[in-house]
């Protein structure tokens, strides 16, 4: 048994017979803000210092590079986005697989330093290595990734024991893209575990992954899969990228194309945006957010919220459905010394939970979730930079310069007190 006490409320922690799946359940309440599940691995990140002029120059055969010391952090979407949560402060339970060997003891090392009950819901695969990312940080060229899914090729909605599902307030999935078996049956068990989750007034919420053209996940049928599981997310968090890819690979590559190096965001306008938010809206999410990379966040919501949403807020005076419905917005970053952008999608990710989960209204939520995205990026790894929620809202409400936005938003209205964009069509129910 492990006892934390956070925001003076004390959780314990059990651990199951199989020393597995413990269960938090205090006087029968939800004591737990987030389950976060899916992805893990250990994140390498390895900054080189020798200079390159391309990623060609840099990986010559023979070569000797100079590298700084590595950051270790756990990473995926359970070592992002969960420590992310933890460290604004938010009661979260992890739900993930390492391996039984030394990367396998890093993951869980760097996750318990963080806050120790972050483990008490990881499993160790017998036998099998860990997840692991080699993160190549080269000077003033895109980041290098190097991945071993290790158990998460075996990671099914099975890990997640339904038994959590009345003691959380929100459930957090991240990344199907990279998980196997929730890609391979069509989106069939994950919609079964989000529509339960719904059913028991549990927000859910779901992030993606890049995946690689030549990779086993670009054989999955993402419109069908997406037309499947959106129904039951109430919260759709990918990247542009990521979206555009599963809806339609050969835009993906024209825009790819398009930009070259740059930044994907930059190579598509505001009606764009408008245009992918409202397929992924027609599919069932009830709100997209896409995240920008260094041009920011854009949300698009539709009609209605669940109940889910409107009932598991807190803190800052609930949820106002109304204020939360037509809405079509962007938030530029925060102006920030960028160290490292790993997991800072992740990060942002978490920002915009904690804010539904705090009750607020879309413009403090977009500008809570850039401005979690921008602390991420002030350190190499991806969550240390995270401060927790009060000082986030304290930081925002002294002033903070932010970055102009590349991409044309034509008939789009830039508000000076917020530093928000809003499209035409923002809170117009029928346009
Ligand atoms: N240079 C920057 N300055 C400030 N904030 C940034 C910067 N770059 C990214 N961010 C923040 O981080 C988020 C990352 O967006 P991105 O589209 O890269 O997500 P992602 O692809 O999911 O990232 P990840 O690599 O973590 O998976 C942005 O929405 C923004 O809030
Ligand atoms: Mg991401």
Not at 181 to 186: E, M, Q, S
Request: hydrophobic letters at 45%.
């Amino acid at each position: 048994m492990l006892a934390d006490i956070q925001n003076g409320i004390t959780c314990q922690y059990s651990r199951g017979g199989d020393g597995t799946k413990g269960v938090i359940m205090v006087n029968g309440e939800r004591q737990v803000d987030v389950v976060v599940a899916g992805h893990l691995c250990l994140d390498i990140i390895v900054t080189v210092t020798s200079p390159a002029e391309s990623a060609t120059e840099l990986l010559a055969p023979g070569r000797l590079l100079l590298v700084e010391p590595a950051a270790l952090s756990a990473g995926g979407a359970v070592g992002n986005t969960g420590a992310a949560l933890r460290r604004l402060g938010l009661a979260v339970r992890l739900v993930g697989i390492v391996g039984d060997d030394a990367w396998g003891e890093a993951t869980a090392s760097c996750l318990h330093a963080i806050g120790p009950e972050l483990t008490a819901g990881l499993r160790v695969a017998r036998g099998q290595g860990s997840a692991y990312t080699v993160v190549i940080n080269p000077p003033g060229i895109d980041r290098i990734f190097l991945h071993y899914s290790g158990p998460n090729d075996a990671f099914t909605t099975d890990e997640i024991s339904l038994a959590l599902l009345p003691t959380c307030r929100a459930l957090h999935i991240g990344y199907p893209t990279l998980l196997k078996p929730l890609r391979a049956d069509g989106g069939t068990s994950l919609a079964t575990l989000l529509a339960e989750a719904q059913r028991q007034n549990v927000v859910t919420s779901l992030d993606m992954a890049l995946f690689d053209a030549q990779s086993e996940a670009s054989r999955t049928d993402w419109n069908v899969w997406l037309a499947r599981v959106l129904p039951t997310v109430d919260l759709f968090v990918p990247s542009l990228e990521e979206a555009v890819l599963m809806l339609d690979p050969s835009l993906h590559a024209d825009v790819k194309r398009r930009v070259a190096h740059d930044n994907f965001s930059c190579g598509v306008d505001g009606a764009f945006l408008s245009r992918v938010a409202d397929q992924l809206l027609r599919y069932g999410a009830r709100i997209v957010a896409l995240k920008l990379g260094d041009q920011g966040i854009y949300v698009r919501t539709g009609s209605s919220l669940p109940a889910s949403l409107l009932t598991a807020t807190r803190d800052e005076g609930g949820m106002d459905g109304d204020r939360w419905c037509h809405r079509e917005i962007l938030a530029p970053c925060y102006v920030v010394h960028v160290v490292g952008t790993t997991g800072s999608g992740d990060c942002t990710a978490a920002g915009l939970l904690a804010a539904l989960l705090n009750g607020l209204d879309p413009i403090a939520a977009v500008q809570c979730a850039t401005a979690v995205g921008a602390c991420s990026v002030e350190a190499a790894d991806s969550t240390s930079g995270v401060r927790p929620w009060g000082d986030v809202r304290r930081r925002l409400a002294a002033g903070w310069a932010q970055s102009g936005v590349r991409i044309p938003l034509v008939g789009w209205q830039h508000d000076a007190a917020t530093g928000v964009w809003c499209s035409p069509r923002d809170g117009q129910p029928n346009r």
